[in-house]
């Protein structure tokens, strides 16, 4: 009985050591890719949320400019669209990445998806969240270099401590303030600062040729 014991027990241990190990993120597109110039394109808004394309887009270039890359601006990209007919989300997605590259020049593309943005209103609580996923597209040959996705919560580090009074309070409280700011748009910066920043952590976007850690890292 012992040894069933321990045989069980051992092999417990393995199976949780082994849920454990994280996958290596394969990076040998990118590597190839060596890009150094990215188009931002429109979020696609999945959202209930109008304001979450234009929200979103605002704040993804910094954390890129800060990885290391030289980020098309967002006014020009968006004026050479109008001037070009193409005033939405959906069309711009739809032109095809060779077709991007001769127009802007830039080596890759970044598209980005949200899939949450909004404040939820209960009686004891609220919570604003965005959810971002992107996908890093090489525009000389189409291939996908990254992928990755992200989210930020208003309620994250809450321990609600002033009991249930002090709860409908606080949510009163920032009902009435979100109505006046878009507090998705704080909420945004945070979740395209976790997703679009050189960390060198895995899974995480890979810094571009401007940056002190380029040459280092694998």
Known sequence: MKRVLTFLSVTAILLLSGCAKQTPYDYAAFHESKPKSILVLPPMNQSPDVKASHSVLASATLPLAEAGYYVMPVAVVEETFLQNGLTNANDIRAVSPK???????????????????????????????VTV????????????????????????????????????????????????????????AIANTRLLSATGQNGAILYGPRSPHYASQR
Request: hydrophobic share 40%; charged share 15%; proline share 0%.
């Open 99 to 129: 077709k991007l590259h001769q127009i802007f020049g830039a080596d890759t593309v970044l598209y980005l998806d949200v899939t949450q943005y909004g404040t939820s209103y209960m009686v004891i609580s609220s919570e604003t969240r």
């Open 133 to 188: 996923a992107a996908r890093l597209v090489d525009l000389r040959n189409g291939k996908q270099l990254w992928a990755g996705t992200a989210t930020a919560s208003s309620n994250e580090g809450n321990n609600n401590s002033g009991g249930l009074l002090g709860m409908v309070i606080s949510a009163a409280i920032s009902q009435i303030a979100d109505t006046i700011s878009d507090k998705g748009f704080d909420i945004g």
